[in-house]
């Protein structure tokens, strides 16, 4: 072996083992777990707390990696686009990443967003949800539907970023979530 591929190896293998480990608890959350409260900054200008809904209504929380990036942009492009499918449905509905509130404050006046896009910039709230990590800084693209109980419904892991609101609204009707009369 080489000097180099020594040094690589001697480097690399602890940010995979990092990187591994983050995906286990990533995978950590499931169906029928309780989702990790939060409370956090809203684009709007508002605080949102999961505790505030609880027993209420239930809530889409859709994590995004980063704002101002294509993928994302398409995303809550969507999400705007789609607004009207999903106020049907008697549920608070975000989006979030690890930014900080004035950059998402821009991005969500950029967008056209008409629903809170929240920050978590410590990233505390994502690490609960386990869309990130030690190694892994930004947000996994996963969305988590919970219930008004608190408990995780489901949660999207492959989500399409052009679609993901018209996608949102036919899991909630699969979910069972109560159209608004």
């Given amino acids: 072996m080489h000097m180099f591929e020594m040094l690589s190896v001697a480097f690399i293998t602890p940010l995979a083992m990092m990187a591994f480990f983050d995906q286990l608890k990533a995978a950590d959350l499931k169906a029928g777990d ?5 409370k956090l900054p809203g684009s709007d200008g508002k605080t949102y707390s999961l505790a505030d809904f609880r027993g209420k209504q239930a809530v889409v929380l859709a994590w995004f990696p980063k704002a101002f990036t294509p993928g994302c942009t398409n995303e809550c492009k969507a999400f705007a686009a789609g607004g009207p499918s999903l106020r049907k449905f008697d549920v608070a509905y975000f989006t979030a990443s690890v930014d ?4 998402n404050k821009k991005f969500a006046e950029s ?3 008409d629903y809170p896009i929240l920050s978590d910039a410590d990233g505390k709230v994502a690490r609960a949800y386990g869309v990130t990590g030690a190694v892994q ?5 996963w969305t988590f539907y919970i219930g008004p109980d608190g408990k995780i ?3 999207d892991k492959d989500v399409n970023t052009k679609t993901h609101a018209d996608d ?5 009707k699969e979910l069972g979530m109560a159209e608004k009369k």
Avoid at 168 to 172: D, G, N, Q, S, T
């Fill in 34 to 38: 309780a989702a990790p409260d939060f």
């Fill in 100 to 103: 900080p509130p004035e950059k």
């Fill in 111 to 113: 967008v056209g967003a």
């Fill in 137 to 141: 800084k930004l947000a996994s693209r």
């Fill in 153 to 155: 419904l489901y949660i």
């Fill in 168 to 172: 949102v609204a036919k899991k909630l």
